[in-house]
């Protein structure tokens, strides 16, 4: 089955720099990947994603890179804020309507004023 | 629209005891799922479902068991609760159609003393 690895586990950044958070699959046949920010205590709410047809998606601060030959895909947060503080997990799905998530382990995400 | 609610939002249990934890939605959302939060485990899925009256399991099913008897509501139960089964609970629901977000709803705590 489709196996997840997410890194780092913990990252540390200044407000105003970048984050980047890094993703590998295993299955090839993946075609949906999406990332939900958690803050502390709440529920995982979507953020992006990405489908296979697709090298990079933005919005606004946020952007997303798939590099399907090599299966892995980014997260990257631009001019980080205190609020962008909290946990990133990663998710990789073959979804044909049902999407049988299987999540990265997280990041946990600060950014210090 | 409430969106996913869940009930309870705590639960202490005794080893051996027996819950059902509640999960509804009023978007009339074709697809739900159970998943289970661990400390640096991510989210994984217990079962999930694409229809009312069907189930299937995920990737960690045993010691679960589910119904969905009405399309908005998805029941988790647990029949003989275990310590390994403390976690935080949260459920999901999906509108049905390719690539859609997972909307969750804010979690059940459960410790199994």
């Known amino acids: 089955g489709e196996n997840v690895e997410q890194h780092p586990s913990t990252l540390s950044v200044q407000e105003g720099d970048s984050a980047v958070i890094k993703c590998t699959y295993s299955d090839s046949a993946s075609n949906y990947f999406p990332w939900y920010k958690q803050e502390l205590g709440k529920r995982p709410q979507l953020i992006i994603d990405?489908?296979?047809?697709?090298g990079e998606k933005k919005d606004q601060r946020i952007a997303v890179t798939l590099n399907k030959t090599a299966k892995h895909f980014s997260l990257h947060i631009t001019e980080t804020q205190p609020e962008d503080s909290a946990v990133y997990f990663c998710a990789a799905s073959i979804d044909t309507g049902f999407q049988k998530l299987v999540f990265g382990t997280g990041t946990r995400l600060l950014v210090s004023p | 629209n409430a969106g996913v609610t869940q009930t309870p939002k705590f639960r202490v249990l005794k080893t051996g005891q027996s819950m059902t934890l509640l999960c509804a939605q009023d978007m009339n959302h074709e697809y739900m799922y159970w998943y289970r939060q661990d400390p640096g485990m991510g989210l994984r899925l217990i079962h999930y479902s694409v229809g009312e009256g069907t189930t299937a399991k995920g990737e960690v099913p045993d010691g679960y068991n589910v119904s969905r008897l009405k399309k908005q509501n998805f029941l988790l139960g647990l029949e003989s609760a275990a310590p390994s089964q403390t976690s935080v609970y949260f459920c999901?629901?999906?509108?049905?159609?390719?690539?859609?977000?997972?909307?969750f709803g804010p979690g059940t705590r459960l410790t199994v003393l």
């Open positions: 999901a629901s999906s509108p049905g159609l390719t690539y859609n977000e997972q909307f």
């Open positions: 990405i489908r296979s047809n697709v």
